[in-house]
Antibody, heavy 120, light 110 residues
Framework: QVQLVQSGAEVKKPGASVKVSCKASGYTFTSYDINWVRQATGQALEWLGWMNPDSGNTGYAQEFQGRVTMTRNTSIRTAYMELTSLTSEDTAVYYC?????????????WGQGTMVTVSS | SALTQPPSVSGSPGQSVTISCTGTSSDIGTFNRVAWYQRPPGAAPKLMIYEVSNRPSGVPDRFSGSKSGNTASLTISGLQAEDEADYFCTSYTGNSTPYVFGTGTKVTVL
């Protein structure tokens, strides 16, 4: 069964960092990019960036440049997303998603989501 | 900027509902890379339609997608109780932020 399992909910203080993990199973981890998306309450989903698990290459949304880092550990088939200098506006559910490219363009497998709450 | 969807649509079992997703000439209007996702309460999103009108394996043919100009649409025919969920669209943009998402639509089965 193809699935992505994310780490649990986090509560952080403003200015802190958070690192969310995303463990893949059921497919060749290094064959498909992992994307990260978030959704704050009442807001549209927002794309954060992508990572190629094979090369480690990444691409980030401009508004998160300098604050987000996406990495992976291929030996344990896990991708990570770290966001620094947190503010209350970073309170959201964070998702990892496997993109099906090159087969087709769509996020065909999603993690269950990780709630990150930023509060003093 | 997010793609625009109606906040909610509803229908009785067996009816059809259509959800619109309006973008611009820079995203939906240019690229045939629109996808639709279903997210039941408390569950992970599920891909329902990719590249405007294609269904992944396992998605019922009650779900169909189309596009006209800058607007994409998802139609659910023969609405069932299990279809009650949030639905959102996404489009490729070709720029440095390659994917933009819709505002989301809650489908209620009356």
């Amino acid at each position: 069964q193809v699935q992505l399992v994310q780490s649990g909910a986090e509560v952080k203080k403003p200015g802190a960092s958070v690192k969310v993990s995303c463990k893949a199973s059921g497919y060749t981890f290094t064959s498909y990019d992992i994307n990260w998306v978030r959704q704050a309450t009442g807001q549209a989903l927002e794309w954060l960036g992508w990572m190629n698990p094979d090369s480690g290459n990444t691409g980030y949304a401009q508004e998160f440049q300098g604050r987000v880092t996406m990495t992976r550990n291929t030996s344990i088939r896990t991708a990570y997303m770290e966001l620094t200098s947190l503010t209350s506006e970073d309170t959201a559910v964070y998702y990892c998603a496997k993109i099906a490219i090159p087969v087709f363009d769509g996020f065909d497998v999603w993690g269950q989501g990780t709630m990150v709450t930023v509060s003093s | 900027s997010a793609l625009t969807q109606p906040p909610s649509v509803s229908g009785s079992p067996g009816q059809s509902v259509t959800i619109s997703c309006t973008g611009t000439s820079s995203d939906i209007g240019t690229f045939n890379r629109v996808a639709w996702y279903q997210r039941p309460p408390g569950a992970a999103p599920k891909l329902m339609i990719y590249e405007v009108s294609n269904r992944p394996s396992g998605v019922p043919d009650r779900f169909s997608g189309s596009k006209s100009g800058n607007t994409a649409s998802l139609t659910i025919s023969g609405l069932q109780a299990e279809d009650e969920a949030d639905y959102f669209c996404t489009s490729y943009t070709g720029n440095s932020t390659p994917y933009v998402f819709g505002t989301g639509t809650k489908v209620t089965v009356l």
